[in-house]
């Protein structure tokens, strides 16, 4: 059984930065492709930023420049570095798990989920 468990959210004014942690159990971090997702209220579930197995990271438009997504084998963690952080940036973030390196930004493919940290950007 995989456990993903996030942590780092919290309020800012845009501007501001934040750093996510996902902190992962039950599995071998180095050998599958794990991500990052939001969910602004009343949206659908939006890909952030994806790091495969050979630490190739990978990112939506939107976050290109402000988002460093990284991961840390040795302590089976992920994080995501968020600077220059905008109200449009707001959302419950979710830190997923075994995806598809081919198709990094759908989430069905994801097989574990974490249950999010919420980040809230005020201008």
């Known amino acids: 059984q995989v456990e993903l468990v996030e942590s780092g959210g919290g309020s800012v004014q845009a501007g501001g930065s934040l750093r996510l942690s996902c902190a992962a159990s039950g599995y071998t971090g180095s050998t599958i492709s794990m991500g990052w997702f939001r969910q602004a209220p009343e949206k659908g579930r939006e890909g952030v930023a994806s790091?495969?197995?050979?630490?190739?990271?990978i990112y939506a438009d939107s976050v290109k420049g402000r988002f460093t997504i990284s991961k840390d084998n040795t302590k089976n963690t992920l994080y995501l570095q968020m600077n220059a952080l905008k109200p449009e940036d707001t959302g419950m973030y979710y830190c997923?798990?075994?995806?598809?390196?081919?198709?990094?930004?759908?989430?069905?493919?994801?097989?574990?989920w974490g249950q999010g940290t919420q980040v809230t950007v005020s201008s």
């Open positions: 997923a798990a075994d995806g598809y390196a081919m198709q990094p930004f759908v989430p069905e493919w994801y097989k574990w």
């Open positions: 790091i495969d197995s050979t630490n190739r990271p």
